[in-house]
């Protein structure tokens, strides 16, 4: 749980339409769309992604003093395989979901609540351009490694992989004077 005023610390005119007028909004489900580029990472500098194409469904739910925001992220981003070492275009998919309070944050915090955010009662304008970094990063997958082609080979650099395999069967190949030393237990 923590507080939230004047969500980011980046110069947010360029970041305009992330900006939601919540006050003028009816109580009830509100959809945005918002397709995120470039030119939106270009924002953030220590951003993991430079060129990615997304696009970002963002159900957001408002209520008297609460606002539940479901994002649902999905496009793709420019990566570095993991394995080879080889850019290639990584598919992503994500569904988050973040809620939004008006009001002072109480005194007690109860742990694991993590996903409330809370707004002061002043505030009439939500911008959401950081949920929607975080929420992107988060999406993306721990390993990032080529898809299998077609045909079942793997996406990677044929070249890369065998020079890879020639390592690993080199590492594997355990010197004799180690392995007499293997026997020795401990006490």
């Not at 109480?106 to 002061?120: A, F, K, L, M, Q």
């Not at 911008?127 to 992107?136: K, N």
């Not at 045909?151 to 004077?177: F, M, V, W, Y």
Request: aromatic share 10%; net charge negative; charged share 25%.
């Amino acid at each position: 749980m923590y507080y939230l005023c004047g969500l980011l610390s980046i110069e947010v005119k360029d970041l305009r339409e992330y900006r939601i007028p919540f006050i003028g909004l009816k109580n009830g489900l509100h959809h945005f769309n918002y397709e995120v580029d470039d030119s939106f990472f270009s924002h953030f500098p220590a951003s993991q992604i430079s060129e990615a194409k997304i696009f970002v469904d963002l159900r957001f739910d408002k209520k008297d003093r609460l606002f539940i925001l479901n994002f649902d992220i999905s496009g793709s981003v420019k990566s570095v395989c993991d394995l080879c070492g080889q850019d290639f275009i990584l598919p992503i998919h994500g569904t988050h979901t973040q809620y939004i309070k008006m009001g002072e944050e109480p005194v007690e915090i109860t742990i694991g609540n993590e996903d409330v955010v809370w707004i002061s009662e002043g505030e009439s304008i939500l911008d959401v351009s950081e949920l929607l970094y975080e929420f992107i990063h988060l999406s993306l997958p721990m390993q990032k490694i080529h898809p299998d082609k077609p045909d079942g080979n793997p996406g990677c650099d044929p070249e890369i992989l065998k020079l890879l395999q020639n390592s690993k069967a080199e590492a594997d190949h355990t010197d004799p004077r180690w392995a007499a030393l293997k026997h020795i237990q401990k006490d």
